[in-house]
Structures are given as structure tokens and as C-alpha cells.
């Protein structure tokens, strides 16, 4: 079984910066393919924010282009979203997902269980 963990969420000030990570462990060998970032507003349905490829080639939507960057690290299994210049509407929970092969069990998706990212005005 993989498991999706995300970390680095919390609080910060309108214009700050954080970045998020999410690892993926499994007790065999595990391969990350297509891999992305959501997040859900209060009342609000989970968006696709950013997707990363299993070669590297990321896309971003257009509410956080030029101030978000998804990035990968398959040699430690992560996949991470920088976020620049943050607004009070970027508030939600973020979520990893993605699609993962392991020798057990081939590839399935899977999703991380949420960080909270707070952003004051």
C-alpha cells in the first residue's frame, strides 16, 4: 500500500511564501508517474491547481500561474508546490495526488490526506 503525506502548511501573511511537500512510502519499491495538486476552499469543491508529469513537465492553472511551481524529486519520492506571493484567497486545504507504481500492486492513485494553508490580510 503507498501512502501520500503532505507537509508544510500553516499560517502566514499575505505575500509570504511556503512550500509544500508531498512524500510517497511504500515497503516496496514505488515509482511516482503523473502527480498533482489540489486544494479546497470552505464550501467550496477540490480544484486542480498544478500537475506535475512523470517527466517532469508541470503545468499550472491560471488562478496561481507565475506565483506557484510544482516540482519533483523522484530520487526521494516527493513532489513539491512553492508558493509564492500568497493571497488571502489561496486559504484552503491542499491536497497531493497521484499516480503511483509499485511491484505489488502496478499503478493506482492515490491522495494525501490534506495541509492546511492559512493566509491573513
Known amino acids: 500500500q503507498v501512502q501520500l503525506v503532505e507537509s508544510g502548511g500553516g499560517l502566514v501573511q499575505a505575500g509570504g511564501s511556503l512550500t509544500l511537500v508531498c512524500a510517497a512510502s511504500?515497503?516496496?519499491?514505488?515509482?511516482?508517474?503523473?502527480a498533482g495538486w489540489s486544494r479546497q476552499a470552505p464550501g467550496e469543491p477540490r480544484i486542480l491547481i498544478a500537475t506535475?508529469?512523470?517527466?517532469?513537465?508541470?503545468t499550472t492553472a491560471d488562478s496561481v500561474k507565475g506565483r506557484f511551481t510544482i516540482s519533483r524529486d523522484d530520487a526521494k519520492n516527493t513532489v513539491s508546490l512553492q508558493m509564492n506571493n500568497l493571497k488571502p484567497e489561496d486559504t484552503a486545504v491542499y491536497y497531493c495526488n497521484a499516480n503511483v507504481y509499485t511491484a505489488m500492486s502496478g499503478s493506482n492513485d492515490y491522495w494525501g490526506q490534506g495541509t492546511q494553508v492559512t493566509v491573513s490580510s
Open positions: 506535475i508529469t512523470s517527466r517532469g513537465i508541470p
Open positions: 511504500s515497503r516496496s519499491f514505488l515509482k511516482i508517474n503523473d
